[in-house]
C-alpha cells in the first residue's frame, strides 16, 4: 500500500490511534504531542476529518446530547483498518528516513 499522509492527517491519525475522539479533543491532543498552539483551525481539521473519511482512514459517528453542550452532540471520529495501515506505514518511512540522519 503506498499512502502519501500529508502532515496534518498524520496528526490526526496518530491523536486517534488510542481511542476514538471528537474535533476540540483531536486539536487539543494535537497541540500537546506537539507542543504547538494553533497549530490547527476548527476549520481546517473539519475539511481535513471529511477527506480523511472519504478516503476510508477513519469513521464518525454522532455521540450523546450533551446537556451541558445545551443539548447538541458532538462527532466522533474513529480509525479504520485502512487508516491504521496508513499510518503503520507512514511510520516505517519515517523511522527509515531517520536512520539516515547523522547522530
Known sequence: ???????????????????E??????????????GR???LSLGSLYVTLHRMENKGFITSQWGETVESRQ????RYYQLTALGQEALRETQRVLLSLLRLAPA
Do not use: D, H, P
Open 71 to 74: 443539548g447538541t452532540r458532538r
Open 37 to 39: 498552539k494553533g497549530i
Open 21 to 34: 475522539r471528537y474535533g476540540l479533543e483531536i486539536i487539543e491532543v494535537i497541540e500537546e504531542a506537539t
Open 1 to 19: 500500500m503506498r499512502t502519501n499522509l500529508s502532515q496534518l492527517e498524520l496528526f490526526i491519525l496518530s491523536a486517534l490511534i488510542a481511542k
